[in-house]
């Protein structure tokens, strides 16, 4: 059975970096073809799709975020980091990570965690 | 980026209804299409895969079709457990967009 969970701060001030840490259970990153996204809502929109990261290290990026997002893994804890830089206002959201199927929908997600930006 | 449009936004419907929303890819994704299903508060579920692929575990009264750039999800019979929040998201290539929501409430 596949779980993940999301934990980081629940508050960031304007500027600062954000780090967010998914550990999860039931599969590895390290085999052939598994792949860990990060996802995030900002309250009443829409999903929005952040980075992606796959068992080979490969790692995609939304062209619209802005700073500079950062997707890494270590396989030995079971664990997908994501990092956001300069954060703002507007980067406001619920964060989800999500496991991403061999067919590239994600079929697992975690709970998601609110992270609020404000001075 | 591909964008991904759904409509409506908003869809008004009564318990046994059947209910259509259609999602419009700016440029054809073949069949990589996934609709996920959110309530408040909680994290999205997948209903459907390759457009009209169920999820395990999904009741068979929700169906997908379409290819290329236009797709639809169906509720055949809108049950009370069904008002929620739709999106579809596209997964060709190297990126993923998710639609802007359709939110099915009791009419």
Known sequence: QI???ESGPTLVKPT?????????????????????????QSPGKALEWLALIYWDD???????????PTITKDASKNQVVLTLTNMDPVDT??????????????DYWGQGTLVSVSS | D???TQSPSTLSASVGDRVTITCRAS????????????????????LI????????????????????????LTISSLEPDDFATYYCQQYNGDSRTFGQGTKVEVK
């Open chain 2, 49 to 72: 895969y390759k457009a009209s692929n169920l999820q395990s575990g999904v009741p068979s009264r929700f169906s997908g079709s379409g290819s290329g750039t236009e797709f639809s």
């Open chain 1, 16 to 40: 600062q970096t954000l780090t967010l840490t998914c550990t999860f259970s039931g599969f590895s990153i390290s085999t052939s073809g598994e792949g860990v996204g990060w996802i995030r």
């Open chain 1, 58 to 68: 490969d790692k995609r990026y939304s062209a619209s975020l802005r700073g500079s």
């Open chain 2, 2 to 4: 591909i964008q991904m």
């Open chain 1, 93 to 106: 959201a619920t964060y989800f990570c999500a496991h991403q199927s061999p067919y590239g929908f994600f």
């Open chain 1, 3 to 5: 779980t993940l969970k």
């Open chain 2, 27 to 46: 440029q054809s994704i073949n069949i990589w299409l996934a609709w996920y299903q959110q309530k408040p508060g909680k994290a999205p579920k997948v």
